[in-house]
């Protein structure tokens, strides 16, 4: 009877042990696979200046998904036909995006304010914001925060 006592007790404490861990999160908070870089503190985050902040109209040719850095996930890209060529523009997260009300397609005619950057030695816009008719889907602050990280902010 003792034996079964302590079979019981240990199959009682592993259960236990088990189901705790699984419900709990990991040290340090969550933590989503490729969000590092999607961060003002990240090095990707870190080329939104707010001096080179310009606005550009322009039709959009392309949108696709697009990973700047390795370890990060998806982006939405675009690339915007303007009367002085085309552009590829940054928006954000594909995780972010897909979730908004306003969705950017191809042939659609937009207004982008962002900040231009050299990216992997070309030019390119990481927006800001995206006006599309009445509607504007804002991405970052002034300073270039992200919208989608203003969570942490308090």
């Known amino acids: 009877m003792k034996k079964i006592s302590v079979i019981v007790a240990v199959v009682v404490i592993v259960t236990t ?7 709990s999160q990991p040290k340090g908070g969550m933590k989503w696979k490729g ?3 999607w961060s003002t503190s990240g090095q990707y985050g870190r080329l939104f200046d707010p001096a080179t902040v310009e606005t550009l109209h322009g039709e959009v040719t392309n949108v696709d998904i ?3 850095q390795k370890g990060m996930s998806g982006g939405v ?4 036909k303007t009367d002085k060529g085309e552009i590829p523009v940054h928006l954000g997260p594909a995780w ?3 979730n908004q009300e306003i969705a950017i397609e191809q042939n659609d005619m937009i ?9 992997e030695g070309k030019p390119a816009i990481i927006a800001a914001n995206v006006r599309k008719g009445d509607a504007v ?8 925060t992200p919208v989608w990280s203003g ?3 308090k």
């Not at 890209?77 to 915007?80: A, F």
């Open 111 to 119: 207004e982008v304010k962002g900040s231009r950057i050299n990216f």
């Open 96 to 98: 972010y995006i897909e």
């Open 35 to 37: 969000s590092c870089g």
């Open 66 to 68: 697009f990973i700047p």
């Open 151 to 153: 969570w942490r902010r």
């Open 77 to 80: 890209h675009l690339t915007l």
């Open 137 to 144: 889907l804002t991405l970052r602050d002034e300073k270039g």
């Open 17 to 23: 042990s088990m189901l705790t861990e699984s419900f």
